[in-house]
């Protein structure tokens, strides 16, 4: 009779990360990325080690979001196995498949291959020692969330989205996932984003452009807590372009914003 091979210890990865949290919308394009790059640059401000895993792989913004598209990670031989050194600029180590290949090239990736490039930046990435690892998902739910929650030991979720209701129901999804039996990952609580709109010329006005409170009746509901409510601010947008995070002008009311979102994740 064969025996069963006795089952290999799981490796503890990432044993010197003291939190790894996890940033998941439902949808695309509600600012998870944005959210992610200023609450990584908060708590880097707050005196932090922070590192983030960009693991949007068909979508990788953060090179952008940081102004590190031209970098290339230094490979280098660390007690005897190969490493990836993170990029680092305002404080926060970074690892995206942005740095290594032309963006257009991983869109056509299967499946398989985004998994084992995200394991890689996982396994080979030397992070060091980090109070906070931010990992930004790819939207929806697909196989690179299942690895993440397979492989690493996620503290817990942030979930993004805008208070329209497409986003919403997206978002629901997110949070049934993270909250299912096998995967049980605590929900840190959800950012409402874009939440509404003031123009320069009305301070005192706020127009609801995707609804009102949708994120916060959402958050009432699902019983997680809501982490903030994120105005649509022209800045926000062009910091996010110009690789300089919102939350870098701590004196801003959009900065204070995200520095209070990053209050209540730690
Ligand atoms: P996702 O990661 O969910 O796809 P992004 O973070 O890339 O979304 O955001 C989508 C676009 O919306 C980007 O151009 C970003 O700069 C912009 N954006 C995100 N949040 C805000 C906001 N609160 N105010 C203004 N623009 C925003």
């Given at each position: 009779k064969i025996k069963p091979k006795p089952k290999a210890e799981p490796v503890k990865l990432?044993?010197?990360?003291k939190n790894i949290i996890a940033v998941a919308s439902g949808?695309?394009?509600?600012g998870k990325s944005t959210v992610t790059s200023n609450l990584a640059v908060a708590l880097a401000k707050a005196g932090y080690t922070v590192g983030l895993l960009d693991?949007?792989?068909?979508?990788?913004?953060i090179p952008k979001m940081f102004k590190t598209e031209d970098a290339r990670p230094l490979l280098d031989k660390i007690d005897g196995r190969d490493r990836i050194i993170p990029v680092e600029k305002y404080g926060v180590k970074m690892l995206s498949i942005g740095y290594f290949v032309n963006p257009k090239d991983a869109t056509i990736w299967r499946g398989a291959m985004a998994t084992n490039a995200i394991k890689q930046l996982i396994t080979e990435?030397?992070?060091?020692?980090?109070?906070y690892l931010l990992i930004d998902l790819p939207p929806g739910t697909s196989d690179i969330h299942l690895t993440m929650v397979q492989t690493l030991s996620i503290s817990g979720a942030v979930i993004v989205t805008t208070p329209q209701d497409v986003a919403l129901a997206d978002a629901v999804k997110g949070v049934s996932m993270f909250k299912s039996k096998n995967i049980n990952v605590p929900i840190l609580g959800l950012v409402e984003n874009m939440a509404w709109f003031t123009p320069a010329e009305l301070p005192d006005h706020k127009y609801?452009?995707?609804?009102?409170?949708g994120g916060k009746r959402l958050a009432d509901e699902l019983e997680v807590p809501l982490l903030g409510q994120i105005p649509i601010v022209q800045s926000i947008r062009e910091g996010g372009d110009q690789g300089?995070?919102?939350?870098?002008?701590?004196?801003?009311a959009t900065g204070v914003a995200f520095a209070q979102v990053a209050q209540k994740v730690v």
């Open positions: 990432l044993a010197d990360v949808k695309g394009g509600v693991a949007d792989i068909f979508g990788p913004s990435g030397n992070w060091g020692a980090l109070d609801f452009i995707f609804g009102k409170d300089e995070p919102a939350v870098l002008n701590e004196e801003t």
